[in-house]
């Protein structure tokens, strides 16, 4: 695909604002790109790519793929496609697979533990290549059912951060296409003939997750209601903060309380 084309440039468009958003690159940053392989990851290689021929800043890319160990993983067109672009890349091969089957029994989940663990070899490689950024591949899509799976799940509101410091300071997670849809991304990585590669892992595309579901739901209310998951989208930043329970969110609230405390205390007191 040549650059500028209308897709490409309504990608980088929308990436340029995340990055404007929320701060994610500045001039002289090296930003390591977590690439599985998959269309997300791909598209957003390419559009950073394209990116950084045209941005006003400095900055460099590094394309890191961690290989999980499975047999038929093909890490080798990975390798070949970065080649063929002239991008820079490593691909770290590890035993997460292994260490998965060992720890979970068959009927868990290993999507969270598999996620802990590569985020581990991603902060390792990122101090090894000398990164001030890590930018992974999250779309808009993710951020809404990731919200969704918090709201029916884990009684909590919340989706993703755009921009993560890791606990120990050391590390920025970016996410540059929290405006871009799943289904732009996918196009994309089409269109850039970039080689979409399955993760091979034996969950990968199981209906039955939770994720799926999510998205299953938010396909058939798309249909129904078309730009409900705009709407989602945008309201994650719109946030009627006085509107929810939260107290740690309604400063005056906690104040009415904490007098109403200490008044019903200094009562009691009175009354002995
Ligand atoms: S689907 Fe497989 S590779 Fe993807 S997060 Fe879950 S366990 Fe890891």
New binding site residues.
């Given amino acids: 695909m040549a650059y500028g084309s209308a897709l490409e440039k309504k990608l980088a468009r929308k990436t340029t604002r995340a990055i404007v958003d929320f701060d994610m690159i500045e001039d002289g940053d090296r930003v390591m790109v977590g690439l599985s392989g998959g269309k997300d990851s791909w598209a957003l290689m390419q559009v950073l790519d394209a990116l950084r021929r045209r941005a006003p800043i400095d900055f460099s890319l590094v394309a890191v793929n961690v290989d999980?160990g499975y047999v038929d993983y093909k890490h080798e067109t990975i390798a070949r496609t970065c080649e063929a672009r002239d991008w820079e890349y490593r691909i770290e091969h590890t035993k997460i697979g292994e260490i998965?089957d060992d720890k979970l029994d068959e009927a868990a989940t290993?999507?969270s533990l598999?996620?802990r663990l590569r985020r581990g070899v991603l902060y390792r490689i990122a101090s090894d290549v000398g990164a001030t950024k890590i930018a992974l591949g999250h779309h808009a899509d993710d951020f809404i059912e990731t919200l969704l799976l918090n709201l029916f799940f884990s009684g909590s509101l919340k989706a993703m951060p755009a921009r993560l410091v890791s606990d120990d300071g050391q590390h920025v997670v970016i996410r540059p296409l929290v405006y871009v849809s799943e289904e732009e991304a996918r196009e994309y990585t089409e269109q850039a003939e970039l080689p979409v590669i399955g993760?091979c892992?034996p969950?990968?595309g199981d209906l039955s997750l939770q994720r799926q579901r999510m998205k299953r739901l938010l396909i058939g209310l798309e249909r129904e209601h078309p730009g409900v998951k705009q709407s989602m989208l945008k309201a994650l930043g719109n946030v009627g903060e006085r509107h929810l329970l939260d107290r740690r969110l309604n400063p005056v609230a906690e104040l009415r309380r904490t007098v109403a405390q200490q008044l019903d205390a200094t009562a009691s007191t009175a009354a002995v």
């Fill in positions: 999980s998965i290993p999507c598999c996620a993760c892992c969950v990968c």
